[in-house]
Structure formats: C-alpha cells, structure tokens
C-alpha cells in the first residue's frame, strides 16, 4: 500500500514483493551531493529477533536489516519509508511481523527474512503495535487503538489477527469483561504468549491522574495481566511489579513458561521471574527476545546481545550496517534582514468581515485596521499599542458599530471593546482573557481565561461562568455563537488514546444553558486544520460551518445545535484560513496565501480584495561601541579596547579604541564585554499568553536572533514584521509556520493536521507567500508527507527542514532534528536510550556534515537551583508573568539533586561528543516550554560546566546558529560587512562564565535596546 505520489520520488524505492537493493534518496529539481556513507556499527534503541537458525533481523535507525548468524555485514531489507518497528520471527522463521508506519498509521506488515513478500496485515485508521506470533505460527497478538472513540479515554486494548484470513479477534476491554484495574481508564499493550498458546499475557497501565491542557496524563505501567487467547473470561494478573515510580514494558514468556520482563525506573533493567538480572551496560527499552530457555538477546549499548542467565559467558553480534543517502544540494534563499525602505505587509492576522460586507477589519503590525471591502484603497489604522505591548483579534459586535479584541496595556490581556465611530473604549473582561466573542443579542461574551477555560460574562450583571469541559490538550480555537445565542462551537482537541500525546482537531458544542458539551468529528478520521483560526465559524442561518480541512476552506451541513448534518463540502482548492461570515450569510471572506479572497456562497464566486498596506523599517543611527573586552566569534582571542563602528545598521569597522571618534549615539562598554548577538535557535512564539512579554524577555537576556520552530503562519508573520518596523520590541524572528503534522494532530493548537499530499502542499504554499525561514514536520507526518515537505521547502523556499525523529528525518533529506530526544510516534526513539545515552549510529549521522541538531537541553532547568538569585532579577519579577515566575522561583529553592546533575552530564557528554566529532550542534530552549531568555543561559553554563570553553560554548548560540540556517554570511560574529547585533555583558565570561547572563543592553541590527527600558515598560509587583 505504497503512496505512488512517494514512489515517484524513488525514495529508496524497492519494487513490492521482491528484495531490496539499497540505494539512495534522489529528489527531482534538487542537484544530489554525492553519496554519503552512513555505517552503522551501533543501533540505539534498536530491536532485534533471532531465528532458530541464528539470523539476525534487526532494527537500525528505522531500517530492517539481516545480520548472519555469526555477525559481519548487515543487508538492508526494506525501504526506509516502511518505518518497522518491533521485528519478531514466527516460530517456523518463514515469517517476520513488524509494526510499521508507512502510509502514517501503525499497521501489522509480513515479510521474508530475505525482505521479500512484503505484505500489509492490517489497516484501518487506528494504530497496530507490537506483533507476538503464537506458538503456531498461525495468530499474531497486538496492541490497537482501533476502536478508539472522539472522547478521551484509554483506547489500547489486545487484538488478536489471523495472518492468512485477516481474521480480527479482540482480547480485552469487552463490555462484560472484568479485570484488575478497571474501576478506572486503563490501557494494555506489549502482548506475549504462554507456551501452549492458550494465553496471552500483556502489561496493563493504569491512569493516575487527569489530563491537563497540554494532554499529559500520569499512568501507572505496573501489571502483567492475562486473558485467554479467544478472549472469554476474565482478565487475571499474572504478575504485579513491586517497586514503585517504577515501569513495566514488554514481557516475554519463554519456552518453559519463565517471565522476563524490563523494568524502567533510574535505569532499564532486565527481570526474570520477578528477580532482577545482573547486565553490565545500558539495557536498551526493546522487546527481549528468548533464544533458547535460560537464554535472552537484548540490545545492550548499542549491541545486539545473548545474555545467559545460567552465568555462561554471553555473545555480542557484531555487525556494520552502511546506508548510502543523497543529502539534496539546494540553494539557500536570501534572507530579507535589511534595515530601512519600505516593505508590503504580508502578514493581515485575523480579518474578521463586518456585519454588513463592507469592511474589514484585521491585525498588523501591533494595532487594528479597517479596510474597504471594495478594495484598492489603504486600510485605516484605528488603534496603535505600544512597542512593549500586544494586541489580539478582532472580532465585531453584532450591530456592526464596534469591535471586540483583547490586549495586554494593563499587564495580562482584557477583552475589551471599541467604538468605530469616536474609538470609545470600554472594558468588557480582565484579568487574563482572550478571544472575546459577543452573543448574537450583544449582552453576552465568551472569551478564554489563562488556563483555557470557557468563560460566559454576562455584561449587565457581570456575572461570569465556566462553561463545559473541554478537552485535554492546547488552547482551543475561537468561540463562535450559534444564531440563536444558545450554543458556542468551537475547534477542540481529543486525545485518540493515553499512551500517546496525539488525536484529533475536533468540533465541540457547548450548550451555554445547560454547561453540556458534545464532539463531533468534522469528517471520518479526519481533523480541522488546527486550532489556530480554522473554524467552525457558524453561518448566520445556522445550517452551515465554515471551517477548513486539509488547508482548504470547506462548508459543512449542520443542525440548528450543531450537529453535522451531511458531508463536508470544499469550497475551493487553494489554501485558506481565519474564515469570517457577513451578517446576511451571502459572503464569506478568508486569507489565502496573504491576500484577502471574498466567496459568494450563492453563485460560488471568488474574487480578491486588494488591500494595500506598506510599512517603513527604521534606519539606526550611526553608532559607536566602546568595548573594555571583544569576542568577535571568529576564534578564541578575546580583544581589548576596541571601537565597534556600526553605520546603516551594520558593523563598518572593529578598532582600536580612539577617543573622539564621531557618531549620533555613543555606547560606553568599557568596563563590559560584548560578544556577537546570542541565538535562540528553537522557540515558539506564544502571544496569545504573553502578549509583549516573550520578546522583551528574549531581549533582556541578550538574545538578537530567534528561530520559530512552530505557530500560527499568520501570526509569527505578523510578529516579524511588527518587530522589523519597530512597532514592537524583540530580537529578530525567523519564521515557519504551524507543525506540519500527520492524520493524528499533537495536543498543540498550532499542530497542523494532514492526510493527503495535497494538503501538504496547499500548508507550504502559504509558506512562500508569507516568507517562512524554515519548515518544522511533526510527530505523525509520515515518511511521505516528511519527504514532501523537505523537498519544497528546498526546492520552493529554499529553507531548512527538521522534525522530532532521527529517522527517517535524515533519510529523506531533511536538515536537523529540533531536539535530541522529544515526542516519537514509535514507543522509543533512535537517539537516546532509557538512561538518555547514545549509541555510535546516532554520532554518525549527526557528524556525517549533512545533518544537524537543535539542541534543547531540558536537564539544564534545575540549575537554577544553584544560583538562587537568578529568580530575584527584575527581569523575572517584572517581564515575567507572575505565574511563570511563581514557578521558577520555585524551582530556584530547591539545589539540583544528584540524579538531575546526573542527567545533565549525561545529555551534555552528548553534545560536546557530537561537536569534538565536527557536528554542528545550535543551541535553542523550546521556550516557552522552558523559562523565556533564562533557559538558555541556564543551558549555556550546563555545557561550560560540563566541559567546553567559555568560546566553545558561545559558539553553540552565535556562530554555529548562523551557520546552520545559511546566515553565516550576515551573523554570528562581529566582523565588518555583518549586520550590528551585540550582547553587552556587565561582566567577564572569559573567567566568570555565570556572569554571561547579566546582560546590560543589546544591539540589533544597529539598533540598541537597554535591559532598564525593557524592564521599567512593566510595573512592579
């Protein structure tokens, strides 16, 4: 079931059916470098099964391989986009099952040891995981989702199939079945078989704990449970784990009945009858497979190994794996980072049409705007904020005389409204709220407080409700009011199962009478695009949604409360978003690729609305920088008392300091160090909960340059442009847009949901009309999507690509991975093992000079623990939101333990082994996942301590950033002919390096920003 549009990019292409040839990735309209040698010697995190005859097939960095018996050579048996995991003979050893994930869902797939007969077992849309053959060969035991329902619950369940008849039994979770730990939500996965077959035995997890809004939930992976293999009965334990906080994972019952098992908890251990068993090394979470009754072969520091648990000596299969690949030669766009002239917006955020079809109004550049519908005339600007502050929506009263938008001048953000006619402002609700929408008689508002909660204000009382309950997951989308002002819906997000963090972009109707909430899908298996502003928008009649799928705006028949009523309807093909109905329900305005197109639902018409809007960047002065100490990132020589010239926003010249020399602004650093322009080279733009806040921190703490790796294309557009006009403060963004994702979105409202090619490429195109820097897959985007994806952002962009997964992220040409070790689709990634190491095959690919990493060390976070006072500097207690600094100052009273410090040197040993190898490892902080501007700080001074010199550690957030996105020309060192950005420090890192994060003032661009004016912007607390 190979997706031809995939095949006809021969990505590692093999013909259906008959053995593999490896070869290599080959991608039209891009010029091949030539092959790279990838030789694998190592397979973190790689599972391995042995036949009775001693072959080895075994998974390495996603790839099936065949290993002789006694080691050497492996052969590759399938193409990388087949995605197996979890490979187990059947007992005669004709036969390998695997879990693959080709086509973007888990499914059962069959194969000959030789690779040929390939062969898909099952299908559907929920996902099929860790195959167990029977003792005879003829069943194959599993763990799916597959009857998985809209509503959050444990899904997983075991599933029994026939191979030769496609027959499906299913074992557990039936209505009259009982069993341990089912007065809750469970879920069972890993099956395995009692030697006679009449058993399977499977790990039952129990939940402990709600979901909270990013969808994390607390399970309790604790008991081997049993069912009979026709699935009567009841459910039994057959073993309980007795050591807390710990987790049980693939059982395996060997011929004479012994259980083994692994246990995670500090370490993966391997049990044997409920007795831990000595094994020098790192365990890797892999199935153990029994050779033999008193033998197992395990994956142990990267090895495939046969452990004896009579206290024989054991036997390590050795093998190399080569994989040739073609990393794709594609031409770097040229990034607009100039200063000065005058630049078209691109980026109208949120265009919301006005009641009666003649004007819109919309967001830019950090203030509000009305525009003639008839086009061709500027757009008015009827509010500006500030540089330090944010502004969100707007959406209309229903009588067309005022708009309704949310904004953060107070310090959190308040719904507030304002009158056209004489800007008359009144505020409808504070205290953190967002999203306000008015019932359709104007006396109600729903709009979202901090935690997303659902709130109902009633303007004349005031009296405020919490109405419904949503979903686990991000924040939602935009209420929108049923016509009779009963019901709101809204765009949700529902978790398919509890293992993973994944589901589906749903419609939720709230009964505002009532509190009742109901979910409907918006189509079978398929999601709303996001959650950013994709509908469901009401129709004024009440018997339609406007909402978009797959990219494309689409209508979808409905019943007065809601209920869909009929098939989804696609209106057009282009790409669409921010969908807005006029009040009569004739037209119906959204964005596609940045302009405003206007659809007459009566005669299906489409016609462009010209709205004209320029913006001016700022010309910096001509400025002065007396430096006492320079490291200008060229090597390790720190200079002294040095001038830094800096003319039309670039830097002119680097010299000896001269007293005299002239200039509009003059900067004394001669008691300060100035170093190159620090990066953040993965974040994710958040205004919708920090408003202003974000940039102005990032500033604060020395950072000129940051990288999105993922949010609303729309808004980051906005923010960039906001932020190069001076309308608002920040360092300077590199944009993407939402994550490219797959069939299952993420829990993140900006994880933008795809099952077909076409939707894929309708998400990129908005990419080239808004400009994006780089492009970001998510966890379920499949090998095929990811392949997509990678060759237009090369080819159409020319930009980076990255994701979450090793492979096959390198394997279709992608740049980088965002993290080291993130969210995998797979039960285990390829980087990292249970106790965070890696294995030879990940140095490989990361040092092969064709793939990279974004480093995000998250361990670094308690470090902040050793240096108290960094939770009192006024940028935490004044920039900050009070509730994320509520949290870092509770974290800052409790010094890092033993095992954090542990953890810290585990992951840094990492990074400093990828960059003494030649990698190119950038340094971002994934913020506002980890603390904004301070985190990365925090990780700087975890690879200082943790081994490199305070240059070496500096390049990872200047130098080698601007390498990495092809900027290396224009940042990341003070050298003449770059653009002005510095990172003044009121101190000397060179023999203090805890004194990199007093960061006095930066330079952008040419353009200073002072740490005491980004602070005084907001009030004390």
């Known amino acids: 079931m190979r997706d031809p549009d995939f095949s006809r990019r021969r990505f590692l292409h093999a013909a259906a059916g008959s053995a593999v040839v490896a070869g290599t990735a080959s991608w039209p309209g891009i010029a091949a470098a030539d092959p790279a040698m990838l030789s694998f010697t190592a397979a973190t995190n790689g599972a391995a099964t042995r036949s009775a005859s001693g072959q080895l097939v075994a998974e390495i960095q996603g790839i099936l391989w065949s290993v002789p018996r006694g080691g050497g050579r492996a052969r590759q048996l399938c193409a990388p986009d087949l995605e197996p995991t979890r490979p187990v003979f059947s007992p005669d050893g004709r036969s390998v099952a695997v879990s693959a994930y080709r086509g973007g869902t888990f499914h059962l797939w069959t194969l000959r040891p030789d690779g040929s007969g390939l062969t898909q077992v099952t299908g559907g849309s929920g996902d099929d995981r860790g195959p167990a053959w029977s003792p005879d060969g003829t069943r194959i035991a599993f763990a799916s989702d597959r009857s998985a329902g809209l509503e959050l619950g444990s899904s997983y369940r075991i599933w029994v199939v026939e191979p030769a008849t496609g027959r499906l039994t299913r074992l557990t979770g039936g209505a009259n079945q009982s069993g341990p730990l089912q007065d809750g939500t469970w879920e069972d996965f890993d099956p395995t078989w009692s030697p006679d077959g009449k058993r399977v035995l499977f790990v039952r997890a129990k939940a402990i704990a709600p979901a909270g809004h990013q969808g994390s939930i607390a399970w309790d992976p604790r008991t081997i449970a049993s069912v009979s293999a026709d699935g009567r009965g009841p459910v039994a334990v057959a073993h309980a784990e007795p050591l807390e906080k710990a987790q049980v994972l693939v059982p395996a019952v060997s011929p004479g009945g012994k259980l083994a098992y692994l246990r995670i908890s500090s370490s993966c251990t391997l049990v044997v009858e409920g007795q831990p068993v000595p094994v020098p090394g790192d365990v890797a979470p892999v199935p153990p497979r029994w050779v033999g009754d008193d033998r197992l072969l395990l994956t142990v520091d990267g090895k495939f190994r046969i452990v004896s648990l009579s206290g024989a000596a054991g036997e390590e299969i050795a093998f190399r794996a080569e994989l040739p690949v073609r990393p794709p030669r594609y031409r770097t766009k040229q990034y607009d980072l100039a200063v000065g002239g005058v630049h078209p917006v691109r980026a109208i955020h949120l265009p919301a049409l006005s009641p009666d079809g003649r004007h819109v109004a919309f967001a830019a550049l950090n203030s509000l705007w009305l525009g003639d519908l008839a086009g061709g005339r500027p757009p008015r600007r009827i509010l500006q904020t500030g540089p330090s502050r944010y502004l969100l929506g707007p959406t209309w009263s229903p009588d067309g005389r005022a708009l309704v938008y949310a904004d953060d001048r107070d310090g959190s953000f308040a719904v507030r409204r304002r009158e056209i006619t004489d800007g008359k402002e009144t505020v409808l609700a504070s205290g953190g709220r967002i999203l306000g929408a008015l019932s359709p008689d104007g006396k109600r508002l729903a709009s979202f407080d901090m935690a997303a909660d659902l709130k109902i204000l009633d303007l004349a009382t005031g009296a405020e409700s919490t109405v419904g309950t949503l979903a686990a997951g991000g924040t939602p989308g935009r209420p929108s009011w049923s016509p009779d002002g009963r019901y709101l819906a809204l765009c949700d997000f529902t978790r398919t199962n509890l293992r993973f963090r994944e589901g589906y972009n749903v419609l939720r109707i709230v009964d505002t009478h009532d509190g009742s909430t109901r979910l409907h899908p918006v189509a079978p298996d398929r999601s709303v695009s996001d959650r950013g502003d994709c509908g469901p928008v009401w129709s004024p009649d009440g018997r339609h949604f406007a909402v978009v799928v797959e990219s494309a705006l ?45 659809f007459d639902v009566s005669s299906g018409r489409i016609r462009t609305v010209p709205m004209p809007l320029d913006y001016r960047r700022p010309t910096p002065p001509d400025t002065v920088v007396h430096a006492g100490q320079l490291w200008d990132g060229t090597g390790t020589e720190v200079l002294e008392d040095v001038d830094i010239m800096l003319r039309g926003g670039r830097i002119a010249a680097v010299e000896p300091h001269r007293a005299g020399r002239s200039a509009k602004v003059k900067v004394d650093a001669s008691a300060r160090t100035v170093v190159p322009g620090l990066w953040d080279a993965h974040t994710h733009p958040t205004p919708y909960t920090y408003g202003a806040r974000q940039s102005a921190l990032q500033l604060a703490y020395g950072v000129t340059t940051t990288v999105s790796f993922g949010y609303a294309a729309y808004e980051t557009a906005r923010l960039r442009e906001a932020i190069a006009s001076g309308e608002l403060v920040g360092p300077r963004l590199l944009t993407t847009g939402e994550l490219v994702d797959g069939s299952r979105a993420a829990p993140y409202s900006n994880s933008r949901a795809h099952t077909t090619i076409e939707g894929v490429r309708r998400t990129l195109a908005r990419g080239r009309a808004l400009d994006w820097d780089f492009v970001k897959t998510y966890v379920r985007a499949s090998a095929s999507v990811m392949a997509e994806a990678t060759r237009i952002a090369h080819e159409e962009l020319g930009v980076r690509v990255g994701s979450h997964v090793l492979a096959p992220g390198f394997a279709v040409g992608q740049d980088l991975t965002a993290h080291l070790q993130a969210t995998q689709r797979a039960e285990y990634g390829h980087v990292t093992s249970a106790t965070g190491r890696a294995a030879q095959d990940v140095t490989e690919i990361y040092t092969s000079g064709a793939f990279h990493l974004v480093a995000t060390p998250f361990s670094a976070g308690p470090l902040v623990g050793a240096d108290p006072a960094l939770a009192k500097d006024p940028r935490i207690t004044r920039l900050m939101p ?41 340094l971002g902080s994934d913020q506002p996942n980890a603390s904004i501007g301070l985190h990365l700080h925090l990780a700087l001074r975890g690879l200082h301590q943790c081994g490199l010199s305070p240059a070496e550690t500096l390049r990872t957030a200047t130098v080698l950033p601007a390498r990495l996105f092809g900027l290396d020309q224009d940042l990341g060192t003070v050298t003449p002919g770059k653009y002005a950005d510095l990172t003044i420090i009121d101190g000397d890192p060179f023999t203090d390096f805890s004194t990199l994060v007093r960061t006095e003032s930066v330079v952008r661009a040419g353009t200073l920003f002072t740490q005491r004016e980004l602070v005084d912007a907001y009030p004390a607390p």
């Not at 333990?897 to 585990?906: C, E, I």
């Open 554 to 598: 689409c209508l979808l028949p409905i019943r007065a409360d809601g209920t869909p009523a009929g098939p989804l309807r696609q209106v057009s093909g282009e790409p669409a978003d921010h969908p807005s109905w006029s009040a009569d329900g004739r037209q119906l305005l959204y964005l596609s690729n940045g302009k405003l197109r206007l």
């Open 882 to 922: 009070p509730s994320d600094a509520a949290l870092l100052r509770k974290a800052a009273a409790a010094p890092p333990t033993p095992g954090q410090l542990t953890a810290l040197r585990t992951e840094m040993e990492i990074y400093l082994r990828l960059l003494s190898a030649g990698g190119l490892v950038a």
